[in-house]
């Protein structure tokens, strides 16, 4: 594979292929994935249905990410210190705490 520029091998059977170009290589790969190894190709296919489903019914029935507290103020932890002087920690417990209340607040106890 002497002047070929990409070099790929096939991690089923160690055939290795050549190409000028990327998608030329890619494409060569594929052809060869989905005519000997067809099998592992639609059992990949299938493993990754599986496992967005199983994502899908953990986000519905856990608490959805947008609420969870490990996600709140990440990129923005450095503005937040700056602009209230105090430390991220403080702001997110205030913030959460607010949240918490405001959601709360309606309900009486009976």
């Known amino acids: ?8 091998r096939c991690k089923a059977c160690g055939k290795t292929f050549g190409a000028n ?3 030329e290589l890619l494409s060569k790969l ?10 592992m190709m639609i059992s990949k296919i299938k493993a990754g ?6 994502k899908k019914e953990l986000r519905i029935e856990g608490n ?6 490990s996600f709140i ?3 923005e932890r450095p503005l937040i210190e700056k602009v209230t002087g105090q430390p991220y920690e403080a702001v997110k417990s ?10 709360l607040g309606g309900i009486k106890k009976p």
């Open 1 to 8: 594979m002497k002047g070929l520029l990409y070099h790929a």
């Open 64 to 69: 959805p990410s947008w609420f969870d507290p």
């Open 94 to 103: 205030k913030v959460l705490d607010f949240m918490v209340s405001m959601i």
């Open 49 to 54: 249905q599986r496992k967005a489903k199983r």
């Open 73 to 75: 103020g990440f990129a």
């Open 21 to 23: 170009t990327r998608s």
């Open 30 to 39: 594929r052809k060869h994935l989905w005519r000997f190894h067809r099998a």
